[in-house]
């Protein structure tokens, strides 16, 4: 009686400091703007499956930790109904423990109790004595936290053999007052994730980077102040569990610069508690920090939690633009946008010569497929116009139909991501009119970034037609391509293509069929790293730290191969500077104009007399 | 400070012109058009000269209806409030024209500082600003490059010929013409555009009482020719030659 009346007490002592940490942070997400959404059911349910049930995104990241995270976190769930037996019995409420089924699930937790003990010593050591740089400074915490669940384990198993005795009741109280003692530490603690997590992965938008469009009937205008964080913003702070993936695996900070997108996180969480609720986001963070992101997404994609970084920093770089506040180089190329309708504020006779020159025809849907949506470097870089008109070839000989827009205006990709919103709306409602206008049903780009800001940035307009990637295509359309050869060549994925587009496939296999050997670099395939140019940075003069472009570089450098092989504009001009820079003889070339030039030079080396070679075969 | 910028909405660069029926104008009708570039670089020169001196910035521009478009632009950008001097005929009107009707809409104003763009990118006849200064019967400079405010009076940087400069004294009040790229521009912010829709444009009916004085006969395109030369003597003397007259009549080098 007087153990339950103890028990109970601390029940309500611990698990007090648990709900009013809780509530107090609940009641900063529920104050917190916007709504928390919850569209897209069976995506949600689906990332929640593998990532939050299987562990798939801890797991993928570094294996060995995540598996011994999964163990933890499989165990801690399998011993809910363990526990809850163990707190109704000792609150004299009702007592399972001593029916058979009690005993067979007892039983059954064994191997989880084995599981965690296992992953947690394995995580404590590598968190004390590896002491990974991501995690940052030892926190003495965690160690008590890891000490605590290891116990937890220990008395579960002791629990095994001592059955009576003052041992035993010693054993039983530990392990109560071990839940409780952790529960009161939770909400204060990186550990919050236990409870926040579920929640955060399932409203993480199933889109990466998806950033909502401001809207102007409400005055919107970005994140100016803390104040201005949506809930889903706040509810991240809070859930960030500090394992520092993002910070790994962003290219600003592998580079030196200040950038750190779990620090950006955690002065959230430090300035939300304190209750700083007017103060300048861009004040919250470190100078200039909200400039150096590429956009490339490795934070978001790479994070086990479900924060979503791109709508943060975008969202507090609309709050600096709407105020005239870009960086003086953005605001040159704002009004190259406005003036001219392209990046580089260039006027459209220079597209239209390229458009002559290159045979290209006027969009009709009565005889064109698809529309070839050329973008500013299509229609204004002569170097990625030669990657074009490879291209062209390659479609042409294989009979794919497809014109040009009379004129074009930037998609407003960089207006997006540099958080100049009302450009990018002016200019995406333009061009979905054209669009509308002309009829068109398929949209073909050689531009990831195009293809990221048609096909996803303009959903939102209700703009929702097919819009491919030239290598998707060319890949598809290319089956009998079988040529022969050895060449070893680097790839570099481009972030828009393969991270946001999930196109790692296609490249390569272009690349086999057309007689390449592909060397991977180090962070290839969905998780490359970035070239340096995404979200504005391409206009960028002085890079804090290294170069973007140059580490990437040296990256594919590494490889040994001869040639680097891209597959967009900024990639190649940002790799094509780093080439130069380091006055290398590695050449940089695109793949459509890598795959051309095979298919020519395996035309030139043996054709029987008269006999066009199979791979410029149109096929029937 | 109170300064007034004079824009004028002209065909956008990228738009293909085509010549009207009687040769007098372009067909205009489908035109896209656009703020006048040299104008944008004025009304920039008025708001960091605002932003230094304080005061305000006021737009003023005589044009159809469709000027509202750049009245609002000017707006977003910064200007605190504009005058839309009503006038379908102005938009392909002479200098003289123009200025008439502007000096009439901002006489009542007392401008301390009138800028205009150098010249328009479609009539480039120079002339507006200098116009507008005497029918406003203040002095002017022309072809600016840098300006300063230096108690009641102004220190500006003309552009001469051949690389030149000279630096001139003037009186305020005064009127500048302003060359194009001498500052950065700067973009329009949401917040701006959002601030433009509550400022006040005053809507001036143009009297009427200047009429051009000038008539287009001939509107035409230029046409491409080929000349080809042939320049006599021996190598030596050839050569002379040709650097003489790549100088002097091609102006291809100094």
């Keep these: 009686?007087?153990?339950?009346?103890?028990?109970?007490?601390?029940?309500?002592?611990?698990?007090?400091?648990?709900?009013?940490?809780?509530?107090?942070?609940?009641?900063?997400?529920?104050?917190?703007?916007?709504?928390?959404?919850?569209?897209?059911?069976?995506?949600?349910?689906?990332?929640?499956?593998?990532?939050?049930?299987?562990?798939?995104?801890?797991?993928?990241?570094?294996?060995?930790?995540?598996?011994?995270?999964?163990?933890?976190?499989?165990?801690?769930?399998?011993?809910?109904?363990?526990?809850?037996?163990?707190?109704?019995?000792?609150?004299?409420?009702?007592?399972?423990?001593?029916?058979?089924?009690?005993?067979?699930?007892?039983?059954?937790?064994?191997?989880?109790?084995?599981?965690?003990?296992?992953?947690?010593?394995?995580?404590v050591i590598r968190r004390v004595v590896f002491r990974p740089e991501a995690l940052g400074p030892l926190s003495g915490e965690s160690v008590l936290i890891g000490v605590f669940i290891a116990t937890l384990m220990i008395t579960f198993l002791l629990d095994f053999r001592l059955t009576e005795g003052p041992a035993a009741a010693v054993n039983w109280w530990l392990h109560l007052i071990i839940i409780l003692v952790f529960l009161a530490l939770i909400p204060g603690s990186k550990h919050f994730h236990l409870v926040l997590?579920?929640?955060?992965?399932?409203?993480?938008?199933?889109?990466?980077?998806?950033?909502?469009?401001?809207?102007?009937?409400?005055?919107?205008?970005?994140?100016?102040?803390?104040?201005?964080?949506?809930?889903?913003?706040?509810?991240?702070?809070?859930?960030?569990?500090?394992?520092?993936?993002?910070?790994?695996?962003?290219?600003?900070?592998?580079?030196?610069?200040?950038?750190n997108p779990k620090k950006m996180i955690l002065q959230n969480e430090d300035a939300l508690l304190i209750g700083r609720m007017d103060a300048k986001l861009v004040e919250v963070y470190d100078p200039g920090v909200l400039w150096q992101c590429t956009t490339c997404g490795a934070c978001e994609q790479q994070c086990p939690v479900g924060v979503e970084h791109l709508p943060l920093i975008l969202g507090a770089r609309r709050g600096l633009v709407s105020n005239g506040e870009?960086?003086?180089?953005?605001?040159?190329?704002?009004?190259?946008?406005?003036?001219?309708?392209?990046?580089?504020?260039?006027?459209?006779?220079?597209?239209?010569?390229?458009?002559?020159?290159?045979?290209?025809?006027?969009?009709?849907?009565?005889?064109?497929?698809?529309?070839?949506?050329?973008?500013?470097?299509?229609?204004?870089?002569?170097?990625?116009?030669?990657?074009?008109?490879?291209?062209?070839?390659?479609?042409?000989?294989?009979?794919?139909?497809?014109?040009?827009?009379?004129?074009?205006?930037?998609?407003?990709d960089l207006a997006k991501r540099t958080g100049n919103e009302y450009l990018f709306q002016e200019l995406a409602t333009a061009n979905i009119a054209d669009f509308q206008a002309a009829g068109v049903k398929k949209i073909l780009t050689a531009c990831p970034h195009c293809l990221k800001t048609l096909s996803e940035d303009y959903k939102p307009f209700g703009f929702d037609v097919e819009v491919q990637h030239s290598v998707v295509l060319v890949s598809k359309i290319a089956g009998d391509l079988r040529l022969p050869g050895a060449e070893a060549v680097a790839l570099h994925d481009p972030c828009y293509l393969a991270r946001y587009a999930g196109h790692t496939k296609e490249p390569r296999d272009l690349l086999a069929r057309a007689g390449a050997v592909v060397k991977e670099p180090e962070r290839s395939g969905d998780n490359p790293f970035c070239c340096g140019a995404g979200g504005g940075l391409l206009f960028e003069e002085h890079e804090e730290g290294t170069r973007i472009s140059q580490r990437r570089f040296e990256q594919l450098q590494a490889t040994g191969a001869g040639t680097i092989v891209t597959a967009c504009p900024f990639c190649s001009i940002m790799l094509k500077g780093a080439q130069a820079s380091a006055n290398a003889i590695t050449q940089v070339v695109d793949l459509m104009t890598f795959v051309d030039g095979r298919i020519k030079s395996a035309a030139a080396a043996a054709p029987p007399p008269g006999a066009r070679p199979a791979s410029l075969q149109p096929v029937p | 400070m109170k300064i007034a910028v004079c824009i004028k909405q002209v065909p956008a660069r990228d738009w293909q012109p085509r010549v009207n029926e009687s040769r007098t104008w372009v067909r205009d009708e489908d035109a896209a058009f656009e703020m006048n570039e040299p104008d944008a670089y004025a009304l920039e020169e008025g708001l960091r000269l605002k932003g230094r001196h304080g005061?305000?910035?006021?737009?003023?521009?005589?044009?159809?209806?469709?000027?509202?478009?750049?009245?609002?632009?000017?707006?977003?950008?910064?200007?605190?409030?504009?005058?839309?001097?009503?006038?379908?005929?102005?938009?392909?009107?002479?200098?003289?024209?123009?200025?008439?009707?502007?000096?009439?809409?901002?006489?009542?104003?007392?401008?301390?500082?009138?800028?205009?763009?150098?010249?328009?990118?479609d009539q480039g006849f120079a002339q507006t600003g200098v116009v507008l200064a005497e029918r406003l019967g203040v002095p002017h400079a022309t072809i600016?490059?840098?300006?300063?405010?230096?108690g009641g009076a102004l220190r500006v940087k003309r552009e001469l010929e051949g690389g030149w400069f000279q630096w001139v004294a003037m009186p305020l009040p005064a009127l500048l013409t302003i060359q194009s790229g001498i500052n950065q521009l700067r973009y329009a912010t949401l917040k701006g555009i959002m601030a433009a829709k509550k400022k006040d444009i005053r809507k001036v009916a143009a009297s009427g009482a200047h009429r051009s004085r000038q008539r287009i006969v001939n509107l035409y395109a230029p046409k491409k020719t080929k000349q080809t030369q042939l320049i006599g003597g021996t190598p030596a003397e050839a050569a002379r030659e040709l650097v003489k007259r790549l100088r002097d009549e091609a102006r291809a080098i100094d």
């Design chain 2, 144 to 150: 600016i490059m840098e300006v300063k405010v230096d």
């Design chain 1, 326 to 412: 870009a960086p003086d180089a953005l605001g040159a190329m704002y009004n190259h946008l406005e003036r001219r309708g392209n990046i580089w504020g260039l006027t459209s006779d220079v597209r239209q010569k390229f458009v002559t020159s290159a045979g290209l025809e006027t969009f009709d849907p009565e005889r064109h497929e698809y529309l070839m949506w050329l973008g500013c470097a299509g229609s204004y870089e002569a170097d990625f116009q030669k990657a074009l008109r490879s291209l062209f070839e390659i479609l042409r000989a294989r009979q794919v139909t497809f014109g040009v827009l009379a004129k074009e205006r930037c998609t407003g």
């Design chain 1, 197 to 259: 997590s579920p929640a955060t992965v399932f409203l993480k938008s199933p889109v990466l980077g998806e950033v909502r469009n401001l809207d102007f009937e409400k005055e919107e205008v970005g994140l100016e102040t803390l104040a201005d964080l949506e809930k889903k913003q706040v509810l991240d702070a809070f859930t960030c569990v500090e394992c520092g993936r993002c910070q790994m695996n962003c290219p600003a900070y592998a580079t030196g610069k200040r950038l």
């Design chain 2, 55 to 121: 005061g305000e910035v006021v737009v003023c521009s005589a044009g159809p209806s469709r000027v509202s478009h750049v009245i609002r632009e000017a707006l977003a950008r910064g200007a605190d409030r504009a005058i839309h001097v009503e006038s379908d005929g102005a938009a392909s009107a002479d200098a003289f024209e123009v200025a008439g009707a502007l000096a009439e809409a901002m006489s009542g104003e007392s401008f301390d500082l009138v800028l205009t763009g150098l010249q328009s990118d």
């Design chain 1, 1 to 123: 009686m007087l153990s339950a009346l103890v028990l109970a007490l601390l029940v309500v002592l611990f698990g007090g400091l648990f709900v009013v940490q809780l509530s107090r942070r609940l009641l900063l997400v529920g104050r917190a703007k916007g709504t928390l959404r919850t569209d897209h059911v069976p995506a949600r349910v689906s990332r929640f499956l593998r990532e939050v049930v299987f562990q798939s995104e801890v797991i993928a990241g570094k294996p060995a930790v995540g598996l011994a995270h999964a163990l933890v976190f499989w165990g801690f769930v399998a011993f809910v109904g363990y526990s809850g037996c163990q707190f109704l019995k000792g609150l004299g409420v009702v007592d399972l423990t001593g029916t058979s089924s009690f005993h067979y699930y007892a039983l059954a937790l064994a191997p989880f109790a084995l599981g965690v003990l296992g992953g947690i010593i394995f995580l």
